[in-house]
């Protein structure tokens, strides 16, 4: 499983995003997958809480 795939779960597993969320933030950094998390905040669809959390999921993973 991919490091990508592992961070999927962990969106939908730990922070409880729902697939839309994630499916619009995947859409919105397609072009530059690495700002995921960026596009997820840009959106209002993690707070700054769960964008630390899932920059130290990254930092760790």
Excluded at 30 to 47: F, H
Excluded at 51 to 56: A, M, W, Y
Aim: net charge negative; glycine share 6%.
């Amino acid at each position: 499983m991919s490091k990508h795939e592992r961070l999927l779960e962990f969106l939908q597993g730990q922070l409880a995003l729902s697939a839309k969320s994630i499916e619009l933030g995947l859409r919105q950094s397609k072009d530059a997958p690495n700002l995921l998390p960026m596009v997820l905040y840009q959106y209002g669809l993690v707070t700054t809480h769960q964008l630390g959390q899932i920059f130290d999921w990254l930092e760790t993973a």
